[in-house]
């Protein structure tokens, strides 16, 4: 299954409100014979490694073609996101990004490195490239995050180009919207994904990037997990890395990708540590969570991956000992 199909799909009421036949379906994971069952048999500990979420192959690539020429795993997860946030077609990540109700496209993204440095921008208008303009905070500014009309003004002094985001396809599924939409946010109706992306270098080096359009047609000014240092990403170079993909309210109130990498601190695998993650989101006294879905990925320092989901259909794409496929994560709801 691809991303926002995905999010849709896990509703108990089944109830969702089309946004037009660019969208994409499951069909392509559920069919596909190279796609094992769960990620649980599939971690190796062979450097250098390149994770990500969703069927993004030739992000992956881009990404380890950047290792294997000499470059970081920091270069690796930039260039490979900026890969996907130039896909128009993708309508999740920068250009073509299904907009808020006000037919604003906005993006959030994020980027950390081996020594804890990071960056991020939420809010973004009109620079395509959100996760590169997170780069320029981290190494530019002496701040993590800037928002709103303050991270495009940066992002236009450090050359970037002001084009117009929203492409014909998302404005006609954005109008298509508006014909039946109510001004509330309805969780698991409305489409949002993301790419987050985990590298390990060659030198066993770590960095990890998040990037995102956020909750289509989300409330004007409303900020997911994606951005968000310790939520949508995390990265400690001595232990490893996580990122999520999902409803970032949720991530949010658990401090997810934190939570995974303390998690292997304390020695569990990667795996393990991504189904502690959503294990504590499902056992929250009261939650619902048949109503929404997280995933998470994360590596560790030896190369080792993990990948775990509230709900079935969550798919990662892993580039490593020379292999570049999609994967389908296990999940927790099985009812």
Request: charged residues 25%; contains cysteine.
């Amino acid at each position: 299954m691809k991303r926002r199909k995905f999010l849709k799909n896990a509703s108990l009421t089944g109830v969702g409100i089309a946004v037009g036949s660019s969208i994409v379906s499951c069909d392509d994971a559920t069919q596909s014979k190279a796609i094992p069952s769960k990620v649980n048999s599939e971690s190796k500990a062979i450097l250098p490694v390149v994770v990500a979420t969703w069927h993004v192959e030739e992000a992956t690539a881009k990404a380890m073609e950047v290792i294997n020429t000499g470059g970081s795993s920091l270069d690796a997860v930039e260039l490979g996101c900026k890969v996907e946030e130039a896909n128009e077609k993708g309508q999740s990540v920068g250009k073509g990004g299904l907009p808020d109700r006000e037919g604003n496209v906005t993006l959030d993204a994020c980027i950390m490195d081996k020594k804890g440095n990071c960056g991020a921008v939420v809010y973004l208008k009109d620079i395509k490239h959100a996760v590169s303009v997170a780069r320029k905070v981290m190494e530019e500014t002496p701040h993590v995050m800037l928002a709103g009309e303050g991270a495009k003004q940066f992002a236009l002094e450090q050359g970037f180009i002001a084009e117009d985001l929203l492409t014909e396809a998302s404005k006609k599924a954005w109008e298509k919207w508006k014909v039946e939409a109510k001004y509330k946010p309805i969780i698991n109706i409305e489409n949002h994904d993301t790419i987050g992306m985990l590298a390990v270098d060659k030198n066993g080096d770590i960095s990890g990037a998040c990037t995102t359009s956020g909750l289509a047609y989300k409330m004007n000014g409303r900020i997911g997990d994606s951005p968000i240092i310790g939520s949508g990403l995390f990265i400690d170079n001595e232990v490893g890395g996580a990122t999520a993909t999902g409803l970032g309210e949720e991530v949010v109130k658990t401090v997810g990708s934190f939570l995974i990498v303390e998690l292997m601190r304390q020695g569990k695998s990667p795996q393990e540590a991504c189904e502690e993650a959503i294990g504590r989101i499902v056992n929250k006294p009261g939650k619902d969570y048949k109503d929404f879905q997280v995933g998470y990925i994360a590596v560790n320092k030896k190369g080792e991956t993990g990948c775990y989901s509230i709900h079935q259909y969550f798919s990662i794409t892993k580039f490593q000992d020379g292999e570049n496929k999609q994967i389908q994560s296990d999940f927790y709801n099985k009812d």
